[in-house]
């Protein structure tokens, strides 16, 4: 029998954090590296907590090269060849996750991690964390590589998000539909609001000894701290690096209108603007580069966009981390780990000021 969920379910946007009194008289003590240790996976690694996701145009070589110098993590798009991967892991990453789904070839990933135990760090991708294949996959991969740091996903409820760490993930990645190029709310109906995701998740993950990572939905950094703050131990992005240097989406130019209409003269303001390309992993164009087309079962779930082109990646992690300690300044968290001990919300019916958002200036 169909049921209603009532409780109030809520995203980034629906909610500010509560400033509080600070023992930090500056965002420069803010500290946003953190140990983590996991519940399988016997080493410790010191990260920031920010993950970019492993998608083609953002889980690349060189996303990694530039984000690794901030302690930042890279999750790899699964479209790179193995021959690839072992010629890239001769030199050490050890933040550094490469990716599979449930339909790539098992035995040929059992060796790459056999021969190669420096390579040490997987994420099983699958839009639908529910079906009873994921489950297997994970004990048999916990079973074969019981040094192995394991993320698998993606789940919006605490009890899928515990039998995944019971049965052998280290991180559970969450949310279903909330990143900008994802159309599976549109094309399926499914999914849930990302903070609310996170809040349950984070909450089941740590019961079991766990932990999350809140995958899609940021925007801004404010959005990534709010992530934090609800509970996630890692937070995924895509599309807020999709448009720099490192992203492998294509570089595209735009002739955009940049002011209004002049009154006397009837003149427009032109200008030449860049962009790249970003596009989501069920797409038509992703179906069709990485996979030889759109089955005929399946349904697009993904969109194509364009991103402005913003430059060299380290000034966008630069800014994120600079918001990050900014928050913890504000409600008076000094460690990265203690940003949800710090964490008050309030719930909001608008998070931005966007009175003068569309106006020009005028002369």
């Given at each position: ?119 040490d760090k997987l994420c099983v991708?699958?839009a639908n964390g529910y079906i ?210 710090c964490t008050t919300f309030y ?17």
């Amino acid at each position: 029998m169909t049921r209603l969920i009532n409780d109030v379910q809520l995203d980034y946007c629906d909610v500010l954090f509560q400033p509080k009194r600070t023992t930090l008289n500056s965002r420069s003590e803010a500290d946003i590296l953190r140990e983590y240790s996991f519940k399988w996976y016997p080493k410790t690694i010191k990260a920031c907590g920010i993950i970019a996701a492993n998608m083609a145009t953002t889980g690349t070589f060189e996303m990694n090269d530039a984000l690794e110098k901030f302690n930042a993590i890279t999750c790899l798009h699964k479209h790179y060849t193995h021959e690839q991967i072992k010629a890239y892991f001769k030199k050490p990453h050890p933040l550094t996750f490469i990716c599979t789904g449930l339909k790539d070839d098992k035995e040929k990933l059992f060796k790459l991690l056999s021969e190669n135990p420096h390579i040490d760090k997987l994420c099983v991708d699958i839009a639908n964390g529910y079906i009873p294949k994921l489950l297997g996959f994970v004990k048999e991969l916990r079973a074969k590589f019981p040094n192995l740091l394991l993320m698998a996903g993606n789940v919006v409820t605490g009890d899928m998000t515990q039998d995944l760490i019971l049965s052998g993930a280290d991180i559970v990645k969450a949310g279903i539909g909330p990143g900008s190029v994802c159309l599976t709310r549109s094309q399926t109906g499914v999914g849930r609001p990302q903070l609310s995701t996170v809040l349950e998740v984070s909450d089941a993950a740590h019961g079991v000894g766990g932990m999350i990572c809140a995958d899609g939905g940021c925007t801004v950094p404010g959005d990534i701290a709010k992530a934090f703050g609800a509970g996630a131990d890692f937070v995924m992005i895509g599309g807020m690096l999709a448009g720099s240097d490192e992203a492998a989406g294509e570089l595209v130019e735009r002739y955009v209108q940049t002011s209004w209409v002049d009154k006397e003269s009837g003149d427009l303001t032109i200008e030449l603007r860049r962009y790249k390309k970003f596009y989501g992993m069920s797409s038509k164009l992703a179906q069709q580069k990485h996979f030889g087309g759109m089955a005929k079962y399946r349904t697009t779930e993904g969109r194509e966009k364009l991103i402005p082109y913003t430059g060299p990646v380290e000034h966008i992690i630069e800014d994120i981390l600079g918001g990050l300690r900014s928050t913890m300044s504000y409600i008076g968290a000094r460690r990265l780990k203690d940003i949800p001990r710090c964490t008050t919300f309030y719930t909001v019916n608008k998070q931005l000021n966007t009175v003068f958002e569309n106006m020009k200036d005028i002369d």
